[in-house]
């Protein structure tokens, strides 16, 4: 999803350390027009966790810091729960820690999938407590091990974040659909098979992307946010777009989730009919480009963060150039007039080019990466 670097992974990730740092303290600055309020005192986390439940919830009704998390790429590579715990103790570090699990996207449902035949069974059980898929040969997590991870970050006070990429990145989904409807009927659903696009378009499209939904709805029940992707679709109008977005926002809206989503849908013609009550995680105005051309025209067309803060939305630095293990100079002098609406910021690991890099490695170089950040964002009221 999004651009990668195609550079080494482990020195990007020691270059960006230093670089994040600097970086998110500038955006993270207040201008000195806007006006300040005073935000009360802020519960220790060693009072927050003798707080019944509910006082708890109220409490965090507010933050009172900037949100630092951490989005963790678990539908091209495996993570395993051990894995995905470790990830959630290192944002419990930090007040208003999030991890956001990105589980699906074109290679694989990283997920188990009641609705598309994908069951955790002894059948397909590994000695290590993993499961496999047996026709696609992929890992996924089963809905037990999602409900303990659930049942750990609330313990760990720290927002577990599922992600369902749709419409675009569906192309895991769309291979489960033909596995188990046969290849016409998925071609039927999807907009671009190959590049795993559905067709919003379509009645069977939208009540597809609504299905799949349903099932992660329920699963995370009870869950504070739920990221429904929205980004890099190339086949749909600007019209089915925005319904897209209202549609989804207004089916997890009741069920009691606060809705995330990409910035990519989002245009300046359409801004005004974009639901306040979403947070947007921005990631690039013109989607990393390279051609400039394209660049200019999305630039022109899609909503800047700007414009989002104008709107009133609430915004997540998610920014690919310093946040995506991809450094520039492009928006690394870059700088915000105001950081009004800004909930906060996250680091993104994409893994799909770290075959050879360990768990290991691959955390500890990530952790150096994320509390650089976080220190940073979590200094500022």
């Known amino acids: 999803m999004k651009s990668k670097a195609k550079t080494s992974f482990v020195i990007a990730l020691l270059i960006l350390a230093t670089v994040a740092a600097a970086v998110v303290y500038s955006l993270s600055q207040r201008s000195s027009t806007v006006e300040q309020t005073v935000a009360p005192p802020t519960p220790t986390r060693e009072e927050q966790s003798t707080a019944t439940p509910t006082e708890t919830e109220e409490r965090r009704e507010v933050p009172t810091t900037k949100q630092a998390g951490i989005n963790l790429d678990c539908a091209r590579r495996y993570c395993s729960p051990k894995e995905l715990k470790r990830y959630i103790d290192l944002a419990a570090e930090y007040e208003n820690g999030f991890v956001q699990i990105h589980l699906t996207d074109n290679q694989s449902v ?120 929205c980004d890099e679709l190339f086949s749909a109008s600007e019209k089915d777009k925005l319904a897209f977005i209202q549609r989804t926002t207004s089916f997890f809206e009741a069920k009691g989730f606060t809705v995330r989503l990409w910035n990519d849908f989002i245009t300046k013609k359409n801004l005004s009919a974009i639901p306040k009550s979403v947070e947007v995680t921005y990631w690039s105005h013109d989607g990393d480009t390279e051609d400039d051309d394209e660049r200019d025209e999305r630039r022109r067309i899609r909503a800047s963060l700007p414009d989002l803060q104008s709107r009133g939305i609430s915004v997540l630095n998610y920014n690919s150039y310093y946040l995506y293990f991809i450094p520039s100079t492009e928006n690394v002098n870059s700088k915000l007039a105001t950081n ?13 080019d770290s075959d050879g890099v360990s768990d290991d490695e691959l955390y500890q170089h990530a952790s150096r990466f994320y509390r650089a950040m976080a220190d940073k964002v979590t200094s500022e009221k």
């Open 110 to 229: 990283g997920v188990e999938s009641v609705l598309l035949d994908q069951r955790a069974t002894d059948k397909n059980r590994n000695a290590d407590g993993s499961y496999t898929n047996l026709k696609t040969n992929k890992k996924f997590l089963s809905r037990k091990q999602l409900a303990d991870l659930q049942s750990y970050a609330k313990r760990k006070q720290v927002e577990l974040v599922p992600e369902i990429d749709l419409p675009a990145h569906a192309g895991g989904f769309l291979q489960l659909a033909a596995l188990k409807y046969g290849r016409q009927s998925a071609l039927e659903i999807a907009a671009d098979f190959e590049e795993g696009e559905l067709d919003i378009s379509r009645a069977s499209g939208r009540k597809f992307a609504e299905d799949i939904y349903a099932e992660y709805a329920d699963l995370f029940a009870g869950n504070r946010y739920f990221h429904i992707g």
């Open 340 to 352: 009004k609406g800004i909930l906060g910021a996250a680091i993104s690991v994409w893994r799909e």
